[in-house]
């Protein structure tokens, strides 16, 4: 598997832009990247395939109320898999040579965080809905784990070390 950020001397998110570009760069033409990227397009396909199918004529025989709530969670589906694939497709621009890897930095192609719903907003939700946001939310959840690693600004200074501090407190106390 690629290193997707640092050497053994650099945290995570560091370092210069240029070694910034080449692991960007890396990550774009690696095995893990070529894997996440089919297996996002295939959801995006399979997705689609199932809401202009076999999904259109599940929501009509919904209820009224359970209608709403699938409109609203397809719609919600869509939206994720567009952001994942946009995201992956950022990555493929940077693999071909279309996009610098420094472009690829930019804020406007991170991936924002989901708001985790702990189930469908309807109990009746068809259930090949269902398997689809689910398998959507963990795609979605990986590439950002990834775009977390990948383009992360700096990372924070370490906090103090407790003991360390501790240990100095004591010190000063015993010495006057």
Not at 142 to 150: A, C, G, Q
């Amino acid at each position: 598997m690629v290193e997707l950020m640092g050497n053994e001397n650099s945290a995570p998110g560091t370092g210069s832009t240029a070694s910034r570009a080449g692991e960007i760069r890396d990550f774009a033409r690696s095995e893990l990247f070529e894997r996440t990227f089919q297996d996002g397009m295939d959801l995006v396909e399979e997705t689609a395939a199932y809401l202009d199918g076999d999904g259109r004529r599940d929501s009509k025989l919904l209820s009224r109320s359970v209608a709403l709530a699938y409109a609203a969670e397809s719609m919600k589906l869509t939206t994720r898999l567009m952001q994942v694939a946009s995201w992956l497709l950022v990555q493929r621009a940077v693999r071909e040579g279309d996009m610098a890897p420094e472009a690829a930095c930019e804020p406007r192609y991170r991936l924002n965080e989901r708001k985790i719903e702990a189930e469908p907003s309807h109990p009746e939700m068809p259930i090949a809905l269902v398997e689809y946001l689910v398998r959507a939310e963990k795609l979605h959840d990986r590439v950002l784990y990834l775009d977390k690693r990948m383009y992360l600004d700096d990372a924070p200074e370490p906090d103090a070390n407790p003991v360390l501090s501790q240990m100095g407190l004591l010190e000063a106390a015993f010495r006057g």
